[in-house]
């Protein structure tokens, strides 16, 4: 009995472990390059160190995983900022940013058709241009329109085309676009066919900076009855981050995460993966508030928007902020690397 009651404690402590490495945790993922992040943190074990087992949801984009979080079928998603994050808060829904998982450099480049580059000298020039953007409310379409403000324009002075990404290169040699905003992987290949050209990076454009691409979401109503777990769970996504970026300035781990994408289906194109640009990110996964204000700002100047929500509904910085403590300041492995971002 005495050794009984010795033990007790050290019994205890190991069935509340158990029962914490056993809790699952459900992920949306809209795929995208910055994914690696929590591949890496279920591959390399973090997740399960912080005490949980993950639950992958996929969809095409992550306005559709929006209303996963929101209603806690999933409990974080990762995927691009878009106008129905900020509708959702401002609705009153139970979701807020944690931590930034992909920003400038975010090597997107307007393209312009090539028998008309000569007569696009700047922003201006796009006046009455058909001009290609994924899909409404989604990032690119602020992108495009912080690009069209700086010279006096708005959306509404282009005749916007929604296209997918894939589908951009087809619709320059068809002649269906003037300009559009193009993502790595499809960029060289449809300036290598000649139908356009690289003409503007809206990074050398837009302010606030850096731009934000890519976030961490969580369900705020979860993470107010989990709070130790939660932050468990961002402090993994974060270190993760960092392994990302590693990667992303070619560091020793490259391989590694170009294998980890291919795995999962991000893209199968495993050469082209290498040899792509990736989206940057902080390393600590801090997001400047201001840059998620010009966002909903945008959305409403342009009447997407019906209304805005405080700014402190649309960040939680604690998430950020604890892991800078915990990791301290970062430095890419690959001492050489000059790549701008993730620094």
């Known amino acids: 009995m005495r050794l009984f009651l010795r033990l007790l404690p050290l019994l205890v402590a190991l069935a509340s472990s158990a029962a914490q490495a056993q809790t699952e945790i459900g992920i949306g993922i809209a795929p995208v390059v910055p994914n690696a992040s929590v591949f890496l943190a279920i591959e390399e074990g973090y997740l399960r160190e912080a005490g949980f087992t993950a639950r992958i949801e996929r969809a095409n984009s992550a306005a559709t995983l929006i209303p996963f979080v929101a209603s806690n079928r999933v409990q974080v998603i990762q995927g691009g900022i878009s106008l129905g994050y900020f509708n ?16 400038s450099p975010i090597n997107s480049v307007i393209l312009v058709r090539s028998d008309i580059a000569a007569e696009l000298k700047t922003p201006r020039d796009l006046k009455s241009k058909r001009v290609g953007i994924v899909a409404p409310g989604a990032i690119p ?17 282009i ?12 619709a320059f040699a068809n002649n269906a676009l003037d300009a559009a905003l193009e993502v790595p992987p499809y960029i060289e290949p449809i300036v290598a066919q000649g139908s ?53 300035h070619h560091g020793p781990n490259r391989a590694q995460v170009v294998d980890l994408l291919a795995k999962n289906k991000v893209m199968e194109d495993r050469e082209l ?51 800078a403590a915990a990791f301290g300041p970062f430095t890419p492995k690959n001492a050489s690397s000059t790549l701008r971002g993730c620094r």
């Open 88 to 103: 959702a808060v401002a609705q009153g829904l139970p979701i807020i940013v944690t931590l930034d998982s992909g920003s």
């Open 141 to 157: 379409e602020y992108v495009v329109g912080k690009v069209l403000e700086s010279a006096g324009l708005t959306l509404k002075d």
């Open 159 to 170: 005749d916007i085309k929604y296209i997918p990404f894939q589908d951009m290169g087809p």
């Open 196 to 248: 356009a050209r690289r003409w503007l990076d809206p990074d050398t454009i837009i302010e606030p900076s850096p731009t934000l691409t890519v976030v961490y979401i969580i369900n705020t109503d979860w993470a107010a009855q989990n709070q130790a777990a939660a932050h468990r769970l961002m402090l993994a996504f974060a270190r993760a981050g960092r392994e990302y970026c590693d990667a992303y």
């Open 273 to 323: 993966l290498d040899r792509m640009s990736w989206q940057a990110r902080d390393p600590n996964g801090r997001v400047r508030p201001e840059v998620l204000a010009d966002i909903q700002d945008f959305y409403f100047r342009e009447g997407k928007l019906a209304k805005k929500a405080p700014p402190e509904r649309l960040l939680d910085p604690s998430y950020a902020d604890e892991a």
